[in-house]
């Protein structure tokens, strides 16, 4: 039986790994992970993340042919193919703070599966990491020569947070990159034989280690500078009364742009995207490429100023002032169908609003009021860093309630604040809400998930992210 253990039980590991073990029942897969509780977690009934679909696959195989462990050394030993899936945050500190990927670790992965092998592995880059990742890692992993043969592939994985199960059962792509040499092609080979019990081999695509570990950074800055273009579209649309989602449809018809990635919103977040865009630009300024590392960089500028435009559209539609006004945050999570709270747009609008002075009332489906607190307090990058963890004053939570139903969080505000497309939000009844708020009663979308039409019928005064401007919204206008 072939042994496959993956370092990294969080959002990318655990999923893939109860997929490997669902769709390989010759296969006997062990995720390790320092992290005790989260290793508990996954051994329990309450897994660690939401994800839909996940429950089932973890119940099916676990005990079976899928375990969770923290006995790292041992599993990672025993392992034939070791997949490496920790968390590669931006660095906050030192060299390339603010932008390089922290490979810390990465690094200590690597150097405990040198000190612990006694057998040849298949070592597989599955975290996403700078490109020429592989040839340090390799360094490192043959640095004490114990005769022992390391094979390193970069298999990078596209799953999405909401949509992982589908994306696991039936991937666009699975991207194997190894040497060129007769032995990185038979470990090219192992790892495709793996995929291949469930992946259509057309869809199983083989490259150089180098263009494998490009290909992610650059497939995440391509899908995210999507989002920032129609985003940036929107601010024109605002300014001319064109309606975003009309100039989207028209624009993603064209067979050579296609329709999808193309809402315009409040803001990308997300645990990737800006942290793999941001690596991307330290890259290219490393390479001597400082016009590529500009160009990219817009990318993230963009939603910077989409997050900030909407604060200032809310605090000038509200006549220049939130202070002490009550406003209903719904939604905290970066996307529906997940808990995860990393770089949410949310965090960038709590502090806008809570800088003016507001007062806060946020509900999330799947957030806790502890993670929504922990979020709100840290400064920027330091989620993935709790050594670095200084949490700021907690005056600002003074300002800052946590309910657990949407109604709760609208009664008596004076303003809504849509962060997250929820499906439940769309169902709401808004004229229940209206009925229950301070007037004027604001509404600001930041999804576009509402008809604005049938809530300006209602009586709100409506915002919503690349539409024409309320007529009260436009009159109060300050320069965006
Ligand atoms: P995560 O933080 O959820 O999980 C990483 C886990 O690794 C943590 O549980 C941590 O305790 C563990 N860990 C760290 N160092 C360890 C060590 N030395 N030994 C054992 N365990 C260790 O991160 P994630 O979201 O799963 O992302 C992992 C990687 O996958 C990142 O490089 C990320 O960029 C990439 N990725 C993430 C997604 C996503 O949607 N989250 C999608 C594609 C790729
Ligand atoms: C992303 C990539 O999609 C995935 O392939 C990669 O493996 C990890 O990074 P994820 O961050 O989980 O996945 O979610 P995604 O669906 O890409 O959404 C990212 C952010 O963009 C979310 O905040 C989402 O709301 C936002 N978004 C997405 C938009 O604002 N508009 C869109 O059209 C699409």
Redesign the pocket.
């Known amino acids: 039986m072939v042994k496959i253990c993956c370092i990294g039980a969080g959002y990318v590991g655990g999923p893939t790994m109860a997929m490997i073990a669902l769709k390989c029942p010759d296969i006997e897969v062990v995720v390790v992970d320092i992290s005790k509780p989260r290793i508990a977690a996954w051994n329990s009934d309450d897994l660690p993340i939401y994800e839909p679909g996940l429950d089932d696959v973890v119940k099916s195989c676990r005990g079976k042919n899928l375990f969770f462990s923290t006995e790292v050394e041992k599993h990672v030993a025993e392992a034939d193919i070791v997949f490496v899936s920790v968390n590669t945050p931006t660095k906050t500190r030192g060299l390339g703070a603010g932008k390089a990927a922290d490979l810390t670790y990465w690094e200590s992965a690597a150097r405990m599966i040198a000190d612990v092998s006694k057998s040849d592995k298949i070592v597989v880059e599955k975290s996403t990491v700078p490109v020429k990742t592989a040839e340090a890692i390799e360094k490192i992993l043959t640095h004490n020569n114990k005769g022992i043969n390391f094979q390193i592939l970069s298999n990078p994985?596209?799953?999405?947070?909401?949509t992982a199960i589908e994306d696991l059962d039936m991937p666009d792509r699975v991207l194997i990159g190894g040497r060129m040499t007769p032995e990185g092609q038979k470990a090219v080979a192992a790892l495709k034989a793996v995929y291949a019990h469930w992946v259509p081999e057309d869809r199983i695509i083989t490259t150089n280690l180098w263009s494998a570990e490009l290909s992610k950074l650059a497939?995440?800055a391509f899908?995210a500078q999507?989002?920032s273009s129609?985003n940036a579209m929107s601010a024109l649309c605002e300014s001319t009364g064109a309606d975003v989602n009309e100039v989207a449809f028209a624009v993603g018809k064209d067979s050579r742009i296609g329709p999808k990635?193309?809402?315009a919103?409040v803001?990308?977040?997300?645990?990737?995207?800006q942290k793999d865009i941001l690596n991307l630009v330290y890259i290219c300024e490393c390479n001597g490429l400082p016009e590529v590392a500009n160009y990219w960089k817009q990318v993230v500028s963009i939603n910077d100023y989409q997050k900030t435009r909407f604060v200032k559209r809310v605090v000038s539609s509200m006549f220049n002032t939130v202070s002490g006004k009550k406003i209903a945050v719904l939604g905290f999570a970066?996307?529906k169908d997940t808990g995860d709270t990393r770089e949410t747009?949310a965090i960038d609008v709590c502090h806008g609003l809570l800088g003016d002075k507001a007062l806060l009332s946020i509900y999330d489906p799947q957030v806790t009021e502890e993670q929504m607190k922990r979020d709100l307090a840290m400064n920027k990058f330091d989620w993935d860093h709790p050594q670095h963890l200084q949490p700021q004053s907690p005056t600002a939570f003074k300002q800052v309630s946590v309910v657990w139903d949407a109604y709760d969080a609208c009664k008596d505000a004076h303003g809504i604040c849509i962060i997250t497309?929820w499906d439940e939000f769309k169902k709401l009844d808004y004229q229940k809400i209206y009925d229950n708020m301070q007037k004027p009663a604001f509404l600001f979308d930041g999804r576009n998930v509402l008809n604005v039409e049938e809530m300006r019928k209602i009586g709100f005064v409506v915002y919503s992210i690349g539409k024409p401007l309320d007529p009260w919204v436009k009159d109060l206008q300050v320069s965006i």
């Open positions: 994985e596209f799953l999405a947070e909401g497939a995440n899908l999507r989002i129609i990635f193309l809402n919103s803001g990308f977040g997300g645990s990737c995207f970066f996307k747009p497309e």
